[in-house]
């Protein structure tokens, strides 16, 4: 009995190993065919991207609304947006992204009269304006 369970033992321990590895191996061979199924869907996405912006029309497009490019001879004008005192804050965002504003309506520069030599004043100090300053640059 003894030598049939010592034959068992040395079966199971020599099969055992190999099955343990080649397991090992089959997971990662899953592992690595989901990362290139992975890759082909993205690779097909990008092909499609590439694919619409191949025609010029489609890349000026491109150009125009993400990049903010103009062709040769144009020029890009944005206007910021102002709360009324001309000061516009850190937190208004892309001026870009801002609706248009009608040529009629009328214009906050036109009826702002605070920046007249009569009404100017120091605003707080030397101290105050100097602080101002120093956040301009945080």
Same mark, same amino acid.
């Given at each position: 009995?003894?030598?049939?369970?010592?034959?068992?033992?040395?079966?199971?321990?020599?099969?055992?190993?190999?099955?343990?590895?080649?397991?090992?191996?089959?997971?990662?061979?899953?592992?690595?065919?989901?990362?290139?199924?992975?890759?082909? !869907?993205? =690779?097909?996405?990008?092909?499609?991207?590439?694919? $619409?912006? +191949?025609?010029? %029309?489609?890349?000026?497009? &491109?150009? #125009?609304?993400?990049?903010?490019?103009?062709?040769?001879?144009?020029?890009?004008?944005?206007?910021?947006?102002?709360?009324?005192?001309?000061?516009?804050?850190?937190?208004?965002?892309?001026?870009?992204?801002?609706?248009?504003?009608?040529?009629?309506? !009328?214009? =906050?520069?036109?009826?702002?009269?605070?920046?007249? $030599?009569? +009404?100017?004043? %120091?605003?707080?100090?030397? &101290?105050? #304006?100097?602080?101002?300053?120093?956040?301009?640059?945080?």
């Amino acid at each position: 009995m003894l030598p049939l369970a010592l034959v068992t033992a040395v079966t199971m321990l020599v099969l055992w190993f190999p099955l343990t590895a080649l397991w090992h191996q089959q997971s990662e061979i899953d592992n690595a065919a989901a990362q290139i199924s992975a890759i082909k !869907q993205q =690779s097909t996405s990008l092909q499609a991207q590439a694919k $619409s912006v +191949s025609s010029t %029309a489609a890349a000026t497009l &491109l150009a #125009r609304e993400q990049y903010q490019l103009v062709s040769p001879g144009q020029s890009l004008i944005q206007v910021l947006p102002g709360n009324g005192s001309g000061y516009v804050a850190q937190n208004a965002g892309d001026p870009g992204f801002q609706p248009l504003v009608s040529p009629t309506s !009328q214009s =906050s520069l036109t009826t702002d009269r605070s920046f007249t $030599s009569g +009404s100017h004043k %120091a605003s707080g100090g030397f &101290l105050k #304006r100097f602080v101002r300053t120093l956040e301009f640059w945080r």
